[in-house]
């Protein structure tokens, strides 16, 4: 599966150390600034149309539709962070302060033809949308870690871990489990059924960085240096926020119909009469809105990596390794294996796999890599 990672914008300012690892070893401060765009299927002319603009022609269209899968997903983060990391000895602190802002959508082929061409050109069809997914967050991560360096005769090994506090601003989630859409041939009628839920934050209270939901999130990692190679397993961002009693959710799950409008006399023909037809439908649609208490997830990284110093005139070390993504969209299920299996899979993160090698010049730190996944 392709990866499209579309980094924005990256400004890291290290103080009081020089940024010569991956890993900072001496007391430092940092300011970071990321946007990235991800999909799993998209390419980098889908994301210079949807930031930039232009016009839009047909062989676009059928090029993106070509690349899709039958289940897609984009991803997207705009953060800041200000982290402090500060070693005693065998003992390290780390403290940070994040704004966060993330968008994920995960949607199938037929509804991006839908939103492309319409439904003309799938007379007789039945489209599917199932699993489409919606998410908005945007919330504040303050973040304290600990580590210990324990010796094992000539190697090291270091175990670490820190807790965050989730400070909820907004949260905008939308779920189709099933939905279907038929057109019959010649556009005769169109139906439509589905199963939505849907969970929204009170707008009315939309301050920057209005507290509408607290959470917690957990870290943990391990590593193990022998004989000049280091050795990764961690667990990074593992949470979730509880919104408040003023979120709302609304749930429909329904069947739905449209004959069109039989027009008797032309001259006849005014709003009201298309108002009075449109309002028999209507009262087909029945939304369940109701107020109570939210869970949702924030995406958690699960992993392993080799690190191996290299004697080379250019590149200084290597690291192997993999990453998996786990976010469930919804808080539907209990504690089990198979909760955890539905947040890898909702993520829509496939295994990600990649070779990346450091180079340290004069007045940058180069980082080529080679992937597949994500």
Same mark, same amino acid.
């Given at each position: 599966m392709k990866k499209l990672i579309f980094p924005l914008l990256i400004l890291i300012l290290p103080v009081f150390s020089h940024a010569a690892d991956t890993t900072l070893t001496n007391d430092s401060i940092s300011w970071k600034s990321e946007i990235?765009?991800?999909?799993?299927?998209?390419?980098?002319?889908?994301?210079?149309?949807?930031?930039?603009?232009g016009y839009i022609n047909e062989s676009q269209k059928n090029s993106w539709i070509?690349?899709?899968d039958d289940n897609n997903t984009i991803f997207?983060?705009?953060?800041?962070?200000?982290?402090?990391?500060?070693?005693?000895?065998?003992?390290?602190?780390?403290?940070?302060?994040?704004?966060?802002?993330?968008?994920?959508?995960s949607f199938t082929k037929d509804l991006m033809k839908v939103a492309l061409f319409g439904n003309?050109?799938?007379?007789?069809? /039945? %489209?599917?949308? #199932?699993?489409?997914n919606?998410?908005?967050?945007?919330?504040?991560?303050? &973040?304290?870690?600990?580590?210990?360096?324990?010796?094992?005769?000539?190697?090291?090994?270091?175990?670490?871990?820190?807790?965050?506090?989730?400070?909820?601003?907004?949260?905008?989630?939308?779920?189709?489990?099933?939905?279907?859409?038929?057109?019959?041939?010649?556009?005769?009628?169109?139906?439509?059924?589905?199963?939505?839920?849907?969970?929204a934050t009170d707008t009315a209270n939309f301050k920057y960085f209005q507290n509408n939901g607290n959470?917690?999130?957990?870290?943990?990692?391990?590593?193990?240096?022998?004989?000049?190679?280091?050795? /990764? %397993?961690?667990? #990074?961002?593992?949470?979730?926020?509880?919104?408040?009693?003023?979120?709302? &959710?609304y749930n429909t799950d329904t069947s739905f119909s449209f004959n069109g409008f039989e027009i008797e006399n032309l001259l006849d023909f005014n709003d009201s009469i298309l108002e009075a037809e449109s309002d028999k439908y209507l009262e087909d649609i029945y939304i369940?809105?109701?107020?109570?208490?939210?869970?949702?997830?924030?995406?958690?990284?699960?992993?392993?990596k080799m690190e191996t110093p290299l004697n080379d005139l250019y590149?200084?070390?290597?690291?192997?390794?993999?990453?998996?993504?786990?976010?469930?969209?919804?808080?539907?299920?209990?504690l089990s294996f198979e909760k955890v299996l539905q947040g890898f899979y909702e993520s829509g993160y496939s295994p990600y796999f990649y070779l990346r090698t450091f180079a340290q010049t004069k007045y940058a730190l180069l980082i080529p890599q080679i992937a597949i996944g994500g």
């Open positions: 990235s765009l991800e999909s799993n299927s998209l390419n980098m002319d889908f994301a210079n149309r949807m930031l930039f603009g070509s690349k899709l997207s983060e705009v953060s800041n962070t200000l982290s402090f990391h500060r070693n005693f000895g065998d003992n390290s602190f780390f403290f940070s302060i994040a704004d966060r802002n993330l968008a994920k959508m003309y050109n799938y007379q007789g069809d /039945t %489209l599917h949308f #199932d699993k489409t919606f998410t908005l967050d945007r919330f504040q991560q303050i &973040k304290l870690g600990y580590g210990k360096i324990f010796k094992i005769q000539e190697n090291n090994l270091t175990i670490s871990t820190a807790v965050s506090y989730l400070n909820g601003n907004h949260h905008l989630s939308f779920t189709a489990e099933n939905a279907s859409f038929y057109t019959a041939p010649f556009g005769a009628h169109n139906s439509l059924d589905y199963d939505i839920n849907a969970f959470g917690f999130a957990f870290d943990f990692a391990i590593n193990f240096e022998s004989k000049n190679k280091k050795y /990764t %397993l961690y667990l #990074d961002d593992l949470g979730y926020i509880n919104w408040k009693e003023s979120a709302l &959710k369940k809105a109701r107020k109570g208490t939210v869970k949702s997830y924030i995406p958690a990284n699960f992993g392993f590149f200084s070390k290597y690291i192997v390794g993999f990453n998996l993504k786990w976010q469930p969209n919804q808080d539907n299920k209990l």
